[in-house]
């Protein structure tokens, strides 16, 4: 099964058709999802409740926080966004990179359901100002992960308690009756903690962050395929 922090829509543009045709799990929107892929069957899909999502808007509010809020799966691709009106060029980027499938929020009028929230902080917020609302949001699972843009803003996402990528692979883990000897996973960022803990073996690529360089197995970068590196290695001490 495969891993990622994308929306499941996406996938069908990205990957090539032998992937595709393969009998593949994937786990999507960090774990918020998971869906057969042969079959386009969503096995799993985790949503944040209105009192989860109220809790998440008061506290973003209080903490000045650029955001968006995004459908319940399987229309997750699309967002709602709320804007403090500061400068804030990582939220601009993201909110015309995706505008075709977005539009501005309405504070009157939140979701009574959602799949995750993402704030992007500003360059003037600091790493406190995440620290702050996972712990005011200690009930939730809330991430940090870095700008895909870019490569240095801090996201923060909102997402059910019961979703991440640890949790999510060891679902399928039990579901398909495999071994987690088994297991292995490769990651470059600060969302991928959990389930490079979780994993029998873990690899980080050498375009990923210096604190899992210092836990982890390094291979070469994402594009000078690493993520192949890593599976040989795996099967090779298998």
């Given at each position: ?36 892929w042969p079959s386009q069957k969503i096995l799993v899909s985790h949503h944040l409740d209105e009192k989860s999502i109220q809790t998440t808007f008061d506290c973003f509010k209080r903490n000045q926080m650029d955001f ?171």
């Amino acid at each position: 099964f495969f891993s990622s922090r994308r929306r499941h829509t996406r996938c069908s543009r990205d990957w090539s058709s032998d992937v595709c045709s393969s009998d593949l799990y994937v786990i999507f929107t960090t774990g918020a999802g998971i869906i057969h892929w042969p079959s386009q069957k969503i096995l799993v899909s985790h949503h944040l409740d209105e009192k989860s999502i109220q809790t998440t808007f008061d506290c973003f509010k209080r903490n000045q926080m650029d955001f968006m809020i995004h459908q319940p799966i399987p229309d997750n691709h699309y967002f709602q966004f709320f804007s403090t009106g500061f400068h804030n060029e990582d939220f601009v980027f993201r909110k015309r990179h995706y505008g075709l499938y977005c539009r501005e929020g309405n504070l009157d009028s939140l979701p009574s359901l959602a799949t995750q929230f993402v704030g992007v902080l500003r360059p003037e917020q600091s790493e406190r100002v995440f620290n702050q609302i996972k712990t005011d949001l200690h009930t939730l699972n809330t991430v940090r992960a870095t700008s895909p843009f870019d490569h240095k803003s801090i996201w923060v996402e909102v997402f059910s308690h019961l979703a991440g990528k640890h949790r999510a692979a060891d679902f399928l883990l039990k579901e398909l009756n495999l071994s987690h000897t088994d297991t292995v996973a490769i990651g470059n960022d600060y969302n991928d903690i959990d389930l490079l803990s979780w994993a029998e073996k873990a690899y980080v690529v050498q375009n990923g962050i210096e604190e899992l360089k210092d836990q982890h197995e390094v291979v070469s970068s994402a594009e000078e395929h690493g993520f192949s590196e890593a599976i040989k290695r795996f099967l090779k001490k298998a």
